[in-house]
Structure formats: C-alpha cells, structure tokens
C-alpha cells in the first residue's frame, strides 16, 4: 500500500505565502501523476495543480501565476508552493499520487489520497 503524510498547512493572511508538502511512502514501484485538490465547505474537490512523471504542469486557472508545484522523485515527494494567498484559496487541500506497487510480488496501479490538510487565509 502506499501511504501519504502532508504538512504545511495553517492560517495566513491575505497576500502571504505557504508551502504545501506531501510525502509518499509504501511498496512504490515508480509514480507518474503528482497533484493537489482542495475542497472548500459546501463545495465539490477541486483540482489545483498536478505534475507528470516528465515534469508536464497543469494548473487550475484561479491559481496560474500565483501557485507552483514540483517534486523530488528521489524523495517521493510532492511540494505546493502557493504565493499571493486569497481567502477564497481557503480549503482543504489533499495530495494525490498514482503509479505502481508492488503487492505479492506482482505491480499493481494504485490511486492514493492524503488525509488533508487546513489552508486558511484571513482577509
């Protein structure tokens, strides 16, 4: 199975910064997809930014320009850099992560969530 860990999260002002970390872990055989999804009260998840496997990037448009994302592969590990915060950047933010595993001696494709973490921006 594959585990994530995220950290980063808080409460910041409008116009601050925070940076976003997600951390994977398990019997990963290789990961393609790295990406972030938020999901504000009352409102569906969202996709904010994901990247590929070849460093391809794709962000949601209300976050383009002020948002970046990256990954370590030698780490395993995603980063959200979010700049210019706005409180409708309010959310839960949650790391997503799909590749392969290696389960009983087979590879398998796996799909894997974080637990979610609180991004808070005051007016």
């Known amino acids: 199975q594959v585990q994530l860990v995220e950290s980063g999260g808080g409460v910041v002002q409008a116009g601050g910064s925070l940076r976003l970390s997600c951390a994977a872990s398990?019997?990963?055989?290789?990961?393609?997809?790295m990406g972030w999804y938020r999901q504000a009260p009352g409102k569906q998840r969202e996709l904010v930014a994901q990247?590929?496997?070849?460093?391809?990037?794709n962000y949601a448009g209300s976050v383009k320009g002020r948002f970046t994302i990256s990954r370590d592969n030698a780490k395993n590990t995603v980063y959200l850099q979010m700049n210019s915060l706005k409180p409708e950047d309010t959310a839960v933010y949650y790391c997503?992560?799909?590749?392969?595993?290696?389960?009983?001696?087979?590879?398998?494709?796996?799909?894997?969530w974080g637990q979610g973490t609180q991004v808070t921006v005051s007016s």
């Open positions: 990247i590929t496997s070849g460093d391809t990037t």
């Open positions: 398990g019997s990963i055989f290789s990961i393609n997809g």
């Open positions: 997503n992560t799909r590749g392969t595993l290696v389960h009983l001696g087979a590879l398998r494709e796996y799909d894997s």
